[in-house]
Each structure stands twice: as structure tokens, then as C-alpha cells.
């Protein structure tokens, strides 16, 4: 995850670099159920609303969830599927909340309305994140459900109403991303607390005409809006959160944007990104999915590292004996391709493993989803370092 708001403040207000501080477990993403009352086009895991079998009980989330306290997890965001479907989510969450546990709510927000927003402010939530695919038409049509749109801003405003801090998610698709500049005028109408931009696991093309591919151009577009619209917020005074998540390569581009408009702080930052240090898949996130299967992260449901009810989170984490986990373990990662020349490696970490794997069939290979072109990576122009 790449915290474009943190660099902001770092650009506005510089401070000594210091030494690293690494969370002292993984953020854990936690699918509960993989019922949903919507088929999203983009569903990672290929959700429908109807129920799943052999998902964890109560008793087994608890149990889970107390070796995850001991591993020190910080962070739990409950998702799903459509986690309000889950009869015992309040339950979970106020028990969460009673552990110390950062707790966060992954909903489509069609289904917070008057007859649940009480208990969900009652929990205390630490963020609840509401996705959406463009304004009213585009999303409705990416939810395959009229009035989708709807539902979902009253769920966001009734948590507004609440003094619940909410966000919109927006994943970024060659469909959807004409409708992001008014995703973000409508996260100031609104007065929303965050903004997540996902980059969409996007297979790629290649290495060929990178320069020019039209998604590889509106991914850049995309980020320089937000680039420059977090900057304003900066500027205002008003602090709001903008993060990007699946496209590590946001690190690099973003120091080009700050080399343009900040050129005498652009050493400064670079230090910044580097310790920051780009993909954290298999090291500082975690997924536990509904049927109680470990991953390196959400995108990576189809590689399972073992099962809680089975072995503990806490042992199936730290086994590196699994080759993958072995590999995002080590420092620095062994990758090929233009990620293995990247002069820009040390920022983003060689990007995110999972769509090199199921593009080529290898997660070293280079990520097809980084939108730098060879000169800006430093290769010679045309480089064919993948042949």
C-alpha cells in the first residue's frame, strides 16, 4: 500500500530520515464470507450471493483471531464477499475492537442502511471503506445492479452522519477511468476521509509500445490527478487520506512528479520511498480467506500457504519453506525481466509478484503491469531484457 498523503507531508514539512520501522506483524485482510447480494465484474474472489460451504465458524474466528493478538497483528480489516452478510459480524468486530485490533470495515455499502447503522457505530470501526466503480451509471453497470449507486452513498452518508471515518475504494480500469475526476469531486462534496485508488491486476502487455499503451497512459493520468489533488489538500490545510494499492511502481512515478515540482527535494524523497521499500506481499500483508486458507495477499487466492484450522496463522506466516514465501521474504527480492534492471528496484521492490505468476507462470519474472517506460527505469531505449 502506498500512502501518497504521507510523501506529501514529508514534501511540505521534510524530516530526518531515521531508521526503519517495520509494523511488528502483518495488516491481515480477512474475507469471512464469501456471500455478496452483487456480482462486481472485477471480484477477486468470484463472490455471488448465495452461501459457501465449510466457511469458519464463531468459535474458530475467535480462535484465530486470538493467535493473530499474539503474533501481533495490528491491523484486521473484515471483508468479504459482503461482510454484513455475516450474522456474527458485530460479534467479531466488537471483540476485535475489545483486543486492541485497529479494526476496519471492507463493505459495497448497499447494505448500511436504518436498520444496522446503530450497531455499526456502536462497534467503533476504525475505518469503514466503501467501494465504488465511477458515479451512478458506470457503477452500477461495473455492480451488474440498478440503483446500486444509490444505495451505496446512503450507506456512505448515515456513516457520516454517524462521525464514522469513511472512504471511497475505486479500482482503476481502462472502463471506469474517465469517472475519477468526478469520484474526487465527490469525495470533497461529500467531505470523505480517504480515497483508496486500486490498481486493477492487469495481465499486461508486455514489454511492447509501453510508452504508448492506452492503459499504461491512463494509469499515469490517473495518478498525476491524484498527485496534484492531494497536493492541494496538503496546501489547504485539510487532511485527507489518498492511498494506492496492487501497482508498486507508484513510488517511482511519484518522484518524477516530485523531481518536476520539487526538484530540490527530490534526494530527500527518494531516500523516503526507499525505506519505505514498495510490495510488502507475503511480509506485511496477509490474507486469511472464508474457508480459512492463508495467502500472501487478497490477489493471491488461487496459492494457499496453509490453513488455520489446521496450523496457526502465526506458523503458516513465519514457514519458509514454502518457495513463494521465501522468495517475498527475501531482502532484496531475486527478479528478472525489466524489473531485475530497474534502477528504481529498491523503491518498489520489484511490484507485485502475483500478476508476473499468472501471466508467464513464473513470480520472478518482471510485473507486466509497470507503467514506466525503459528510459525512466534506466534501460537503453528498446532493451529486450526478457528475451
Not at 1 to 24: D, W, Y
Not at 159 to 172: E, M, Q, S
Not at 265 to 270: P, Q
Request: net charge negative.
Amino acid at each position: 500500500m502506498f500512502r501518497i498523503s504521507q510523501f506529501m507531508q514529508e514534501i511540505a514539512h521534510p524530516t530526518s530520515l531515521g531508521p526503519k520501522r517495520n509494523p511488528p506483524g502483518p495488516v491481515v485482510i480477512w474475507n469471512l464470507i464469501r456471500r455478496c447480494n452483487l456480482t462486481c465484474k472485477h471480484c477477486y474472489s468470484i463472490s455471488a450471493d448465495k452461501d459457501f460451504p465449510g466457511e469458519l465458524s464463531t468459535d474458530a474466528v475467535y480462535t484465530v483471531m486470538d493467535d493473530l493478538k499474539r503474533f501481533r497483528v495490528p491491523v484486521l480489516i473484515l471483508s468479504g464477499g459482503e461482510p454484513l452478510l455475516r450474522p456474527d459480524i458485530f460479534e467479531i468486530a466488537h471483540r476485535a475492537k475489545a483486543m486492541g485490533f485497529y479494526v476496519g470495515l471492507s463493505s459495497n455499502g448497499t447494505l448500511i442502511d436504518e436498520s444496522n447503522i446503530d450497531r455499526i457505530a456502536a462497534v467503533g470501526f476504525d475505518y469503514v471503506g466503501v467501494s465504488l466503480d465511477g458515479i451512478q451509471e458506470t457503477h452500477d453497470k461495473f455492480r451488474r445492479m440498478e440503483g446500486a449507486y444509490d444505495a451505496s452513498m446512503h450507506g456512505i452518508r448515515l456513516c457520516k452522519t454517524r462521525g464514522i471515518k469513511v472512504g471511497i475504494r475505486f479500482t482503476l480500469t481502462q472502463d471506469n477511468a474517465h469517472d475519477l475526476p468526478g469520484l474526487l469531486r465527490l469525495m470533497e462534496e461529500e467531505d470523505l476521509d480517504k480515497f483508496y485508488l486500486s490498481h486493477l491486476n492487469y495481465a499486461g502487455r508486455g514489454n511492447t509500445n509501453r510508452k504508448h499503451d492506452v492503459f499504461h497512459q491512463a494509469t499515469r493520468s490517473a495518478m498525476d490527478l491524484l498527485f496534484d489533488t492531494c497536493w492541494r489538500y496538503q496546501q489547504e490545510g485539510q487532511h485527507k487520506e489518498f492511498v494506492t494499492g496492487n501497482n508498486d511502481a507508484d513510488g517511482a512515478y511519484l518522484l518524477f512528479w516530485v523531481r518536476q515540482n520539487f526538484p530540490h527535494l527530490e534526494d530527500h524523497i527518494r531516500a523516503k520511498l526507499v525505506q519505505w521499500g514498495g510490495n510488502s506481499s507475503g511480509v506485511n500483508v496477509a490474507n486469511i480467506d472464508n474457508l480459512g486458507n492463508v495467502h500472501p495477499d487478497t490477489m493471491w487466492w488461487n496459492y494457499n500457504l496453509g490453513n488455520v484450522l489446521e496450523r496457526p496463522f502465526s506458523e503458516i506466516w513465519m514457514d519458509t519453506s514454502d518457495p513463494i514465501m521465501a522468495g517475498l521474504k527475501a531482502r532484496p527480492r531475486k527478479v528478472g525481466g525489466r524489473c531485475g534492471e530497474c534502477k528504481h528496484f529498491d523503491i518498489c521492490g520489484g511490484n507485485t509478484r502475483v500478476r508476473a505468476w499468472q501471466v508467464s507462470g513464473d513470480p520472478w519474472a518482471e510485473d507486466p503491469a509497470c507503467y514506466l517506460d525503459d528510459e525512466e527505469i534506466g534501460l537503453s531505449e528498446g532493451c529486450l531484457v526478457n528475451e
